[in-house]
C-alpha cells in the first residue's frame, strides 16, 4: 500500500518544518526566541472572548449553523466592520469561512481548474503554493525586489506571464512575508490588467488593519470597474488576534462566485460556531483597541527595523504593514543558517528561530540569502533576540 | 470571466438543495418537520460546554495550536476514550482534525490520486462523492438493498469492481444514511479484501456510540493484519452533540499516512480552537448522558419505523445505528414529493422535509422512491411529522 504521489510530493510548511529542532533546543533548556512565526501575541479583545462565555452560559447545545455562517456574523460584518471602512457589500456578497485559509482555497478552485495558472507577485504566502500544488493549478509570479520595499513591478512584468491558461492574480495586501502595502495606483494597474484580461482578483488581505503608513490601506474591494473580477479573502484571525477562532470570510460582489463557494461551504456543513460567536463580539471591539495594537506594533516593527540594520551585512526594507519583515543576511543560505541556529549556536543558553525564505519565491535562487522575520514579541524580547542573532552572525561561517 | 469547470459541475448539497424551500415555508407561517437533517437536537455535555466558559474566563489570546491540536485533547482522546472502548492506539497515532468532513476529505486525498478509484457501499454518504469529485477520484460502489436491511453484499462484488487504479475501501460504520451497523464478520471480510489487495480501508465510524443491538460496535482499527490499511475517521459532533465544535480526528497506525495528514493539517495551521476545548471537557462526559442518549433515540427510533410502516405503500427496515433511516415511498421519484411536500402541500398548515436519497446512490435508478428520514425530532414530534406524511401520501399524485 503506498500513499498517493500527491500526499507524498505535497510540500511540507517551510514555516513549521523547523519547529522539531526548536522544540529540540528547548527541551534540552535552551531559550528560543521565535521570530519565526506571524502569530501576534497581542491579547483578543475581551468583547470577543466575553461574547463565548455569554453565548455558552445559556447554550444548551452547540448545533451547526448555516454554512455561510451565522446571518447574525455576515450582517455585523457587513454593518459594523466593511461599511466603516468604506466597503459596500450587502448580505450576499459575505460567506463565513474556516478562515483564510479555506477562504483562499476555495478561491483559487473557484478561479482556476487543473492545468490553469495564477499569477501572484513574489515574495508570496507559501500556503497559494500548497493551495495551487493540491489542486493542479501552476502559480506563476512575478517578482518583487527587496532593495526598492517589494515595489510592485511595472505590468508588462504581468503580460510576459499570461498565457490562455491564465484565470487570476492572487495577492496578499498587506503582503505576508514582506511587509509591502500595495498603493491606491498599484491596486488600479492590477486591477485594469484583470479587468483587461478577464481575470479574477483574487485579494487576501487578513492583515488590513496593521497598516503602519500615512496612507489608508486601499482595498481591492474599491477598484472601480472591478466589481465582478475580486475575490476577497479576509479573517479575523490577525484583525482581533484570534487566531485560534478559525473564522474568516470570502467577499465578492460575483453572484456565480458567491453561489460556487456555498457548494463548497456546504460539503464542509459549517463553519467553527464558538469561533462564529467570538467573530460577532470581536465587531463591538473599540477604536482604542486597535490604537494601541497600532502603537505596539510599531513599536516592534521599528526596534527590530533599527537593530536588523544596525547588524553587519544585514539589510531589511522597512515594512509598511503585516507583522512580518524580509531580511538579507549575510549567509549563503539562509535555511542551513536558520537549522545550525537551532542545532549548533547558543548565546548566554538562547538562540534564534527564523524562517528561511525560499520557498516564499518561485524563481530559482531567489530569497536564498533571505530569512523572514516576524516581529511578534514585546520589544525587550525582540531586543535580546537581535543581539543573539547578531552574535550568531560574527562566528557563523557558511 | 468563468468560474473554474470544478466550481460549476461541483455538485451542490443534495441534502441542503431543499432549504430554500422550506425557508420560503416557513417564512410563509407553515411550521415544518425537519426530518431531513442528521443534526441531533439532544444537549450538549455540561461538561464540555463549562470547558469552553472556564477556558474563556482565563484567557488573554485565542492563538494558534499545534497544526494536530493540543497534545492534551490528542492524549485525552487516546486514554480517556479509545483505550476505553478497546481501540489500543498511541499519540502518534491521531491528529485533530475540523471535523470528520476534514478527516475523511484528507484520508481520501491521502489514499488516492487523481483517475484512482475508491470503492463504497450504495447507499453512502453524499460528501464522499462530493470530495471524490473534487479531487478527481472516481467513487465505484457495491449496492447494498434496503430489502435485506443494507446486507454487505459478497465479497466478489467487491472483487468485481477491482481495477488497478482501486485504492481504497470508504465506508461508514454506523452507516448514514442507512443505519446498518456492519457486524464482526462483515468488517472482517472487508478487511481481509484490503489487506489482499493493498488497499486503504478508510471507515467512518462517527456514530459509533449510536448503535441499538446487543453486539458491540466492531471497528475497523480492530481487523487483525490491517493495522496499516486501516485509517479511521471519527468526530465528537455525534458522539457529544457537538456538531458545531466542527472538532474531529484521523486515527491510523500508518506512519507514512498520519506524516502525509501532518502537511494537510498544516496547511491549514490548526483546527478550531475552543471547539478543541469543548472536545476536551467532553472526554469528562459521565456514562448517564450515554446511556440516556441511546434510549431516546431508541425510542425515536422505534416510534419512527413502527409509524412509518403503517402508512400504506411505506417500507423502512430497522435501522441499527446511526440517527436516520432509509423509507421507500409509494411515489415514483421522491425528489419531486419532497420538493411538493415543501412547495404545495399543508396539513393543518404544516408539512414535512424529507431528503431524496438518489444522491446516496451510485448505481442510475437506485434510490429513486427512497427518502432518507433523520428521527432527530423528540417523540411527540415524529409522531405529529408521521401524521402529516401519511395525509400527503394520501392525495400525492406522481
Not at 127 to 133: I, R
Not at 255 to 275: D, I, N, T, Y
Not at 380 to 391: N, Q, R
Request: net charge negative; charged share 25%; hydrophobic share 40%.
Amino acid at each position: 500500500m503506498q500513499i498517493s504521489q500527491k500526499a507524498a510530493q505535497m510540500p511540507a510548511s517551510a514555516i513549521r518544518k523547523l519547529v522539531p529542532l526548536a522544540d529540540a533546543a528547548k527541551a534540552a533548556g535552551v531559550k528560543v526566541y521565535h521570530l519565526n512565526v506571524g502569530a501576534p501575541d497581542i491579547k483578543s479583545p475581551r468583547e470577543a472572548i466575553d461574547a463565548v462565555i455569554e453565548k455558552c452560559t445559556t447554550m444548551h447545545h452547540l448545533s451547526y449553523t448555516n454554512s455561510a455562517g451565522f446571518i447574525e456574523l455576515r450582517r455585523g460584518m457587513v454593518e459594523k466592520y466593511y461599511k466603516k471602512i468604506g466597503i459596500d457589500i450587502t448580505l450576499d456578497d459575505i460567506l463565513i469561512d474556516v478562515a483564510g485559509s479555506e477562504a483562499f482555497a476555495v478561491a483559487m478552485q473557484i478561479a482556476a481548474d487543473r492545468g490553469d495558472e495564477i499569477i501572484t507577485i513574489e515574495p508570496f504566502y507559501t500556503n497559494y503554493q500548497t493551495f495551487a500544488f493540491l489542486n493542479g493549478i501552476t502559480l506563476k509570479a512575478v517578482h518583487s525586489d527587496i532593495h526598492d520595499g517589494f515595489k510592485v513591478p511595472d505590468m508588462s512584468e504581468f503580460e510576459k506571464l499570461l498565457t490562455p491558461k491564465t484565470k487570476a492574480v492572487l495577492l496578499s495586501n498587506p503582503c505576508n512575508p514582506s511587509g509591502k502595502v500595495y498603493s491606491k495606483e498599484e491596486m488600479l494597474a492590477i486591477g485594469e490588467f484583470c479587468r483587461k484580461n478577464d481575470l479574477f482578483l483574487i485579494s487576501d488581505e487578513v492583515y488590513r488593519e496593521f497598516c503602519y503608513t500615512d496612507e489608508p490601506h486601499f482595498s481591492a474591494m474599491n477598484i472601480p470597474g472591478c466589481e465582478q473580477n475580486v475575490i476577497l479573502v479576509d479573517s479575523v484571525s490577525k484583525r482581533y488576534n484570534l487566531c485560534g477562532a478559525r473564522i474568516g470570510c470570502m467577499v465578492s460582489r460575483n453572484k456565480e462566485v458567491m453561489a460556487a463557494a456555498m457548494k463548497f461551504a456546504q460539503s464542509r456543513l459549517c463553519p467553527p460556531v464558538l469561533g462564529q460567536y467570538a467573530a460577532i463580539g470581536a465587531l463591538d471591539t473599540p477604536k482604542s483597541y486597535f490604537d494601541e495594537v497600532h502603537e505596539e506594533y510599531v513599536r516592534r516593527r521599528d526596534t527590530a527595523v533599527r537593530l536588523l540594520n544596525e547588524i553587519p551585512g544585514v539589510f531589511t526594507p522597512v515594512p509598511q504593514g503585516a507583522v512580518d519583515t524580509m531580511v538579507e543576511l549575510p549567509v549563503k543560505d539562509a535555511e542551513a543558517f536558520a537549522r545550525w541556529l537551532l542545532t549548533d549556536f547558543r548565546y548566554e543558553n538562547s538562540t534564534v528561530q527564523l524562517t528561511p525564505a525560499a520557498s516564499f519565491y518561485k524563481t530559482p535562487g531567489e530569497g536564498k540569502n533571505i530569512a523572514r522575520v516576524a516581529y511578534v514579541l514585546e520589544v525587550p524580547e525582540i531586543e535580546k533576540a537581535m543581539v543573539v542573532l547578531a552574535e550568531a552572525l560574527k562566528v557563523y561561517k557558511d
